[in-house]
């Protein structure tokens, strides 16, 4: 059995207050099992002025997570908040590691968290919760291939940090008292537990009927699609105008299949490289082929509330996790908290979880193998 307990608190400048507040939202003296980890989201600041290492302490159990720039629990939502989820178990095994700086190469780093992460666990693990850093010089599929080759495909659900401004320079992964923008850190579960996943970007009606082909590309760097330089395609989509973007860069949604299998992932221009190329939140193959979305309020939110919904009806959950990429919020306009608050009035007190805005979801898209996959555009959720 899993139990959880949510806690919000817009206190950041006084880590004593605040922590107290989170303390009396989740009583973990009263409410925690043999086993508990917690998962947050905050405002970029809540990363970097003590507030979590603080926490941490007073827990003393893994606290994992990532800056974002809008947040929602059972307690409360918000732009410039704390949320902080703590699931706890008797018959479940919860363990925490974060890797060395990403900065040189995946491979080895990811290798030695995960061997760490092991350590404790008499079973196989059946979920890892990932907070992932948002590195342009990597795709996000890059982080679930190396961890699916790693971990032989366990479950692979999380998100990349975020933060609102234009470099993203303060996204933020939080492990316990360390904050840092180049190490990834994943939560192990294993024992009693059947995690559920769904995931949803775009109804089929809001996808172009006109495609185009991936011609040219070097890993997540777009270069050439069907033929022309990158900036003359979006000049003839209307999308850039004498060689200039307009501003709607980060929130064009490429819409790709990659295996020609019908199940289909988004992807988005993060920024541009010094050569013109578009670098991309995840890999761009050539010959794929594509169609572009068009972002509409009502129906970001209308796949918002279908997907929990439909998550909900699973029996006997302990805790949900909800996360949705930057890009949906675009579309929402000054109306910035709306998802936020269509969550908490979805979810309501069904059960306890936690939600926030992510430079790129990590989600399954099937049972089975090679299920793993990285998500742009996209809202996902996880519940257990």
Same mark, same amino acid.
């Given at each position: 059995?899993?139990?959880?307990?949510?806690?919000?608190?817009?206190?950041?400048?006084?880590?004593?207050?605040?922590?107290?507040?989170?303390?009396?939202?989740?009583?973990?003296k009263k409410n925690c099992l043999k086993?508990?980890?917690?998962?947050?989201?905050?405002?970029?600041?809540?990363?970097?002025?003590?507030?979590?290492?603080?926490?941490?302490?007073?827990?003393? &159990?893994?606290?994992?997570?990532?800056?974002?720039?809008?947040?929602?629990?059972?307690?409360? /939502?918000?732009?410039?908040?704390?949320?902080?989820?703590?699931?706890?178990?008797?018959?479940?095994?919860?363990?925490?590691?974060?890797?060395?700086?990403?900065?040189?190469? /995946?491979?080895?780093?990811?290798?030695?968290?995960?061997?760490?992460?092991?350590?404790?666990?008499?079973?196989?693990?059946?979920?890892?919760?990932?907070?992932?850093? /948002?590195? $342009?010089?990597?795709?996000?599929?890059?982080?679930?291939?190396?961890?699916?080759?790693?971990?032989?495909?366990?479950?692979?659900?999380?998100?990349?940090?975020?933060?609102?401004?234009?470099?993203?320079?303060?996204?933020?992964?939080?492990?316990?008292?360390?904050?840092?923008?180049? &190490?990834?850190?994943?939560?192990?579960?294993?024992?009693?537990?059947?995690?559920?996943? #769904?995931?949803?970007?775009?109804?089929?009606e809001y996808i172009l009927k006109q495609?185009?082909?991936?011609?040219?590309?070097?890993?997540? #760097? $777009?270069?050439?699609?069907?033929?022309?330089?990158?900036?003359?395609?979006?000049?003839?989509?209307?999308?850039?105008?004498?060689?200039?973007?307009?501003?709607?860069?980060?929130?064009?949604?490429?819409?790709?299949?990659?295996?020609?299998?019908?199940?289909?992932?988004?992807?988005?221009?993060?920024?541009?490289?010094?050569?013109?190329?578009?670098?991309?939140?995840?890999?761009?193959?050539?010959?794929?082929?594509?169609?572009?979305?068009?972002?509409?309020?009502?129906?970001?939110?209308?796949?918002?509330?279908?997907?929990?919904?439909?998550?909900?009806?699973?029996?006997?959950?302990g805790a949900l996790l909800l996360y949705?990429? $930057?890009?949906?919020?675009?579309?929402?306009?000054?109306?910035? $908290?709306?998802?936020?608050?269509?969550?908490?009035?979805?979810?309501?007190?069904?059960?306890?979880?936690? &939600?926030?805005?992510?430079?790129?979801?990590?989600?399954?898209?099937?049972?089975?193998?090679?299920?793993?996959?990285?998500?742009?555009?996209?809202?996902?959720?996880?519940?257990?």
């Amino acid at each position: 059995m899993i139990k959880s307990y949510s806690a919000f608190t817009e206190e950041i400048d006084d880590a004593k207050i605040a922590v107290s507040e989170i303390l009396a939202q989740l009583e973990p003296k009263k409410n925690c099992l043999k086993n508990s980890v917690a998962l947050v989201t905050c405002y970029h600041e809540f990363a970097t002025n003590g507030i979590i290492a603080e926490l941490y302490k007073e827990l003393g &159990f893994p606290v994992v997570g990532f800056t974002t720039t809008a947040i929602s629990t059972n307690r409360g /939502l918000g732009q410039l908040d704390l949320s902080i989820l703590m699931i706890t178990s008797d018959d479940v095994t919860f363990t925490a590691a974060r890797s060395e700086s990403l900065e040189g190469g /995946l491979e080895e780093p990811l290798e030695q968290m995960y061997e760490r992460a092991l350590e404790g666990h008499e079973n196989p693990p059946k979920l890892l919760i990932s907070a992932a850093p /948002l590195m $342009l010089d990597y795709a996000g599929d890059s982080y679930v291939a190396a961890l699916d080759k790693i971990s032989g495909g366990v479950p692979n659900f999380g998100a990349l940090a975020i933060d609102n401004t234009a470099n993203y320079l303060n996204s933020y992964v939080v492990f316990n008292d360390t904050v840092g923008r180049d &190490f990834y850190g994943i939560i192990m579960a294993s024992g009693n537990i059947s995690p559920k996943f #769904l995931y949803a970007s775009f109804s089929p009606e809001y996808i172009l009927k006109q495609s185009a082909t991936i011609t040219k590309s070097e890993g997540n #760097l $777009l270069k050439e699609i069907d033929g022309d330089p990158l900036i003359k395609y979006m000049e003839n989509m209307g999308l850039a105008e004498n060689g200039a973007v307009s501003d709607v860069l980060h929130s064009i949604p490429f819409i790709l299949d990659y295996s020609g299998d019908g199940i289909p992932v988004s992807r988005v221009l993060l920024s541009w490289s010094e050569e013109g190329y578009g670098i991309c939140g995840g890999l761009m193959p050539e010959g794929t082929r594509f169609n572009l979305g068009m972002w509409d309020e009502a129906d970001v939110l209308k796949t918002t509330i279908k997907t929990i919904e439909d998550i909900l009806k699973n029996e006997d959950i302990g805790a949900l996790l909800l996360y949705s990429c $930057l890009a949906r919020s675009y579309s929402l306009g000054i109306k910035i $908290l709306s998802e936020t608050e269509v969550v908490s009035q979805t979810v309501g007190e069904n059960v306890s979880y936690i &939600f926030g805005y992510a430079g790129g979801e990590i989600c399954p898209v099937k049972d089975g193998a090679n299920a793993n996959s990285f998500h742009n555009n996209t809202v996902i959720a996880c519940a257990f």
